[in-house]
């Protein structure tokens, strides 16, 4: 059962378990690091990573922060991100991929799987098409409006 959110830019919803969530977004937060420019957008998802060994399961899809206590549930909604901050997501979540298949390491099938369900879905945004056709969600998420991250100012 899916237990952690995403919301991609018309809505459609990205949900899986919590655990795979967390190392698809370490992943490609590892790989926004690489990037030129990214650095406050890399240090901005940072807040979200799951440390393993020292931060504790909610039960619900997020996690408790053990330095902090903090409470903190990793539902992104891209739309909240600037332009710039969703085209280094995206490049992070391709270079990730790329990455996982080079490697060429049967561990890795459940992660690339859902790179690539998640890349699917971008490209179908591009294109336009009808966010119902691949939406891991019954409905459309409204966008909240809000504006989140680096890059606003």
């Known amino acids: 059962m899916a237990s952690t959110f995403w919301y991609l830019e018309d809505g459609r919803g990205f949900a899986r378990r919590w655990s795979g969530m967390f190392y698809m977004l ?5 790989e926004i690091k690489l990037i030129n420019g990214a650095e406050d957008f890399s240090q901005y998802l940072d807040h979200y990573i799951w440390d393993e060994e020292a931060d504790e399961y909610n039960g619900y899809g997020g996690f408790i922060r053990a330095s902090t206590s903090e409470d903190i549930m990793p539902e992104i909604d891209l739309r ?7 085209n280094y997501f995206w490049k992070g979540a391709q270079n990730a991929l790329r990455k996982l298949i080079i490697a060429n390491d049967e561990k890795y ?3 690339i799987f859902l790179m690539k369900n998640l890349l699917d879905m971008h490209k179908r945004i591009k294109r336009g098409e009808n966010p119902q056709l691949l939406n891991h969600l019954k409905n459309i998420e409204p966008y909240s409006g809000e504006k989140k991250g680096p890059g606003w100012e």
């Open 80 to 86: 909240e991100f600037t332009e710039t901050n969703r």
């Open 109 to 111: 099938e459940g992660i």
């Open 26 to 30: 370490k992943l490609i937060n590892n």
